[in-house]
């Protein structure tokens, strides 16, 4: 076994990172883990783990086109977990934000859009990922654009909610993410994040093999220290952060998930999985509970809203005149 874990108590050594740290620009680090050519370093500052060196968003949406399918797939199959899992999230967004216009980010097939749609909210979303956005438009009719937040520049306090639900993690520069995602709401629109705890128990129980360190598509790992350190740089007012009590999922779901974070095993998964795919009609409704796995946090840009749509959203349902580049 390659992987090597410090023992949390040990000084923080002075890793030359370049640039420093990718969230407060820290120069002081020290080495994590090092797992399947994976250097998870520590800021000694706000306490990020992030992949070092951190890979460019060009990479990432390369790693992405490798991964999504059967992360798609699974999604798919497993639609009732989502909009179970959702149905709560819209509870909690409307207690701040009960309508408007709505920006999912990372929206995926679109099921968190389809459900806030039919809540009332006027929805958009974005992702990089061609697949996942073709079956949201072309599926539940959803407005959905392919590429990065970062296209979405011109548009500015556009937005009274904004969500991103397990994505965060996947960007190479959380600090300007936020900053993107505060841009883009009104004063006093509400942001709702999750993303996996690198300070939750399963986090702690697992250590170096906790799934959030094996997801190749991940590269920031975030503790509640530095989520808030990360919202509140960019200038969010936070109404809570915690970690998520529990998760609800099948047995399916979670088999499925598994071909994706570990992925350097995926065809032992995949052969496991085909010998069990007889019995899946059963697993999927087997209930598993996964316990304190996830941050949830929903933050404010401060302010109040001043009305008006931009030009750019004026015809509702229309996407965006300006393309969108990863
Ligand atoms: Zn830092």
Redesign the pocket.
Known sequence: MTTVLRPESQPHDDIAVAG???????SRHKTFLIAKQRTVIE??????RALSPMPSLDEMVSVNEETVLPFFNACLEDEDSYRRYFAPKLDDLQRYEPSGRLLDVGCGAGFFLDAARARGFNVRGVDLSPVPASYATEQLGLDVTVGSLYGYESIGDAFDAVTIFQTIEHDPDPAALCAQLFRLLKPGGALMVTTPAADGFVARVMGKRWFGYRNVEHVSFFSRA?LR?ALEAAGFEIEFLEIEHGKSLSMKYVLNRLINYYYDHRTFLRNGLRILRPAMFVLGKVPLFEPWAHLYAVARRPGQATGGVPPELQRDGAAASTPLSS
């Open positions: 420093g740290c990718a969230l407060c620009h820290g800021c000694a500052e706000c306490g990020l530095s350190h």
